[in-house]
């Protein structure tokens, strides 16, 4: 006897048997049992969801002679006749190869003759997004107005493709894709019954690569079979057949790419392509790890939202603590980008080592976002902690505002020492407070800096003798709070209110709310504050 797919031989033969959609179950068991049956009915959702299992489970109550609280009993002639095939009454049509107008017309003929057996003609069309314009409309009239002993079911992938005139003849039943958990707990079920032994993380994974898909779960947990035909199936087995990579993969290269280590990127890529990884799979799966690190960094309730075991879950909290937000959410983009272009590439292995490439080595990414310039002043900061360069202090930009009496140029006043500036007041920091956004525009619109400013929080320092400038990013704390940045400021201020006003920068956790703990400057004076993009005086 020739072998069935695990698909083919455990599809559900009753509304019991169906997992997953509870609720278009349970309303179609309601309309059987108070012979509420409606005339057309279109099935929508993503492959493998049911909406062929339903179609033919639902003909079968229609028609059974003996159902069972809305289920079809299994047993009278009707209801085997159906499950074979044989069914004169059940009429299966796949419109991606039955498209056209001709089609159509001969269902509008059949349609005139009543069932031999039964009370319903059913006719299920699959794929019917499929269908051509003029098929559509020779079934308006006949699905508008059909004899009242038969039904239309349609079921389709694409429902965008429909005509909006079909549409509202028909009940629409949204089918959702099917949880992990529930795809993982009908697998144990059927491997139970299969008397397979296969371990429980195996199950997990293949649930999550069906992507919300039973069919398709089903498929792949066939084929790992398949390749350790009477062996145990473990976690390791199904990541060789699916060309999968484990997560402590993905740990090793978030580590890489946080130490710039480029060559060791791609010998680590090249290990997955020796041992025959898919490298599309790989991709999907990084974006998934570096997703639920953000995650676990931004959401305090992570694990009712991160479908792992605790263990697994705390070596994820460790290893979010090595990167901040901005560097996780451009790495996601880089790659999420790359899942796309992947897809039908023919150079699936150089678009990932550019892609490494870019994580490794922001500055060669030509791009402004504010988060690309975070990560590359990151690397600046490891650069320089590490040793690896000296800034010159000659080419800091503003450097002459140090020392006022000096210009760019190095004429004989730079030999004059200069009248030191009064040291602001109390209530000289008004004036600051009002040129707030003037203040801030001076300093290069277009920079990293002044875009740090404006999400700072600005605020009195603790003595009232200057101002303190509140950040929660590491990476900005890092680069505002540097001798020649602090001076930057201040050198700002002191050309706009002629005053010298100390700056010091502190940092915070993400978590504390800036607005309940210190008091914007800005907050200090009762008018409304604009922005000067013509850096003119507001007072």
């Known amino acids: ?203 997990r994974y293949v ?50 790419v946080l130490n710039s280590d480029t060559t060791g990127c791609i010998r680590l890529l090249e290990e997955l392509i020796m041992q025959g990884r898919d490298l599309g799979q790989f991709v999907m799966d990084f974006v998934w790890y570096l997703r639920n690190l953000l995650l676990v960094k931004t959401s305090e309730d992570a694990q009712e939202v991160i479908d792992m075991s605790s263990d697994n879950l705390a070596l994820l909290k460790e290893e979010s603590t090595l990167v901040d937000d901005n560097t996780l959410m451009r790495y996601i983009r880089i790659f999420s980008e790359l899942s796309n272009e992947i897809r039908y590439s023919v150079q699936k292995r150089i678009l990932v080592e550019i892609a490494l490439i870019k994580l490794t080595k922001p500055a060669m990414e030509q791009s402004r976002e504010i988060g690309d310039i975070l990560s590359r002043i990151t690397m600046l900061e490891e650069r320089l902690d590490n040793g690896n360069f000296v800034v010159n202090s000659g080419s800091i930009p503003n450097a002459a505002v140090q020392n006022p009496g000096s210009d760019a140029a190095g004429d004989m006043s730079a030999d004059v020492p200069a009248k030191p500036l009064e040291q602001a007041l109390p209530e000289d920091l008004e004036q600051v407070a009002l040129q707030w956004n003037s203040i801030v525009a001076d300093i290069d619109a277009s920079g990293a800096l002044s875009e740090m400013l404006r999400k700072a929080k600005v605020t009195l320092a603790s003595d009232n003798a200057g101002i303190e400038i509140m950040i929660s990013s590491p990476s900005a704390y890092s680069f505002i709070n540097r001798p020649e940045q602090i001076a930057q ?51």
């Not at 398949?226 to 060789?240: C, I």
């Not at 010298?500 to 409304?528: A, P, S």
């Open 1 to 203: 006897m020739s072998y069935t797919a695990l698909y083919r031989k455990w599809r559900p033969t009753d509304f019991a048997d169906v997992k997953g959609q509870d609720a278009i179950v349970t309303t179609l068991k309601n309309q059987i049992k108070s012979e509420r049956i409606g005339h057309a009915y279109l099935f929508c959702g993503t492959r493998g969801t049911g909406k062929t299992t339903i179609a033919k489970i639902f003909a079968k109550a229609v028609n059974c002679e003996h159902p069972v609280d809305g289920n079809p009993c299994g047993e009278c002639p009707v209801c085997k006749s159906i499950a074979a095939g044989s069914s004169m009454n059940v009429i299966e049509i796949d419109a991606a190869s039955n498209n056209g107008v001709d089609d159509i017309r001969k269902i509008r003929e059949e349609v005139q003759y009543s069932p031999t057996e039964g009370k319903y003609k059913v006719y299920i069309i699959d794929e019917v997004h499929m269908l051509s314009i003029g098929a559509f409309n020779a079934l308006l009239k006949t699905l508008e107005e059909p004899p009242s002993y038969v039904i239309f079911i349609l079921a389709t992938t694409e429902t965008h493709k429909i005509p909006i005139t079909i549409l509202s003849r028909c009940q629409r039943y949204d089918f959702k894709r099917i949880s992990i958990e529930t795809i993982k707990a009908r697998l144990e079920e059927l491997m139970k019954a299969e008397n397979i032994n296969v371990e429980e993380k195996a199950l």
């Open 489 to 539: 400021i201040e050198g700002a201020i002191e050309k706009r209110t002629g005053k010298h006003v100390n700056i010091k920068v502190g940092k915070i956790k993400e978590e504390q709310d800036l607005r309940n703990m210190f008091t914007d400057i800005r907050d200090m004076v009762k008018m409304e504050i604009e922005i000067d993009d013509n850096k003119e005086d507001l007072i």
């Open 207 to 256: 649930a999550k690569a069906a992507d919300g898909s039973l069919r398709d779960a089903l498929s792949l947990l066939d084929q790992c079979l398949a390749f350790y035909l009477g062996q145990d199936l473990k976690y390791d087995n199904v990541l060789e057949v699916l060309g999968a990579v484990d997560t402590e993969v993905f740990s090793r290269l978030l580590r890489m």
